[in-house]
Every structure is written in C-alpha cells, then in structure tokens.
C-alpha cells in the first residue's frame, strides 16, 4: 500500500529554518519523482518544490529559489524539504506528492500529475 508521510513541520520566526521529511512505503523513490506543495487558507494548492527519481533533476517555485533546496535518500526512502530564510509568506500546510504513473522526471504540471498524497504538516513562520 503506497503511502506518504510529511513531517518536521512547526512554528518558526522569520529568517529561521526548518527541515521537512516526506517518508514513503509501499514503493521504491529511486523510481518516482516527488513533488513538495503548500496551501495557505483561502489559496490554491501550489507547487513547491521536485526531485526527480535520479536526484539530479529538481524543480523550484521562484518564491522559493534560493531559500529551499530538496534532496533524497533512497536507503531511507525519503525526501527532505529543507527551508532556510523563512518568510511569513510560507506559512501553508506542505504536502508531499509521488507522481506513480510514470518514471523518472519531474512532470511540468501541477497537482494533477501526482497520483499519492500525504496528509500534510503545517509551517507556520510567525515572530
């Protein structure tokens, strides 16, 4: 049974850091591509982040560039989120997404190119 589950989520100040976790079962990650997205209250659910299965392949939202950075470790089957320089914009609940339909690469759209979900943790950037 496929599942996901985020963790590493919580309060923090402006300019602070957190490290999400995304640990998956049920497949191998070094096959799939995985995608971070966030929703805040009254906004779409927006993409964030991905890795491709290789690793060498990822993706970020130019609201993030330069401040989040995700990496993977196949023995652990699980992928990190790690946010540096926080900004109450970021305040969301994130959620990761495994894209099982097909190998590989980071897909170009959005939620709809993901096939399993977490149930999300909460990032809350508040001083």
């Known amino acids: 049974q496929v599942q996901l589950v985020e963790s590493g989520g919580g309060l923090v100040q402006p300019g602070g850091s957190l490290r999400l976790s995304c640990a998956a079962s049920?497949?191998?990650?070094?096959?799939?591509?995985i995608g971070w997205f966030r929703q805040a209250p009254g906004n779409e659910r927006e993409a964030v982040s991905c890795i491709s299965s290789s690793g060498v392949g990822t993706y970020y939202a130019d609201s993030v560039k330069g401040r989040f950075t995700v990496s993977k470790d196949n023995a652990k089957n699980t992928v990190y989120l790690q946010m540096n320089s926080l900004k109450p914009e970021d305040t969301a609940v994130y959620y990761c997404?495994?894209?099982?339909?097909?190998?590989?690469?980071?897909?170009?759209?959005?939620?709809?190119?993901?096939?399993?979900w977490g149930q999300g943790t909460q990032v809350t950037v508040s001083s």
């Open positions: 049920g497949f191998a990650l070094r096959s799939y591509a």
């Open positions: 997404a495994a894209r099982l339909r097909a190998l590989g690469a980071c897909p170009p759209g959005g939620t709809s190119d993901y096939d399993s």
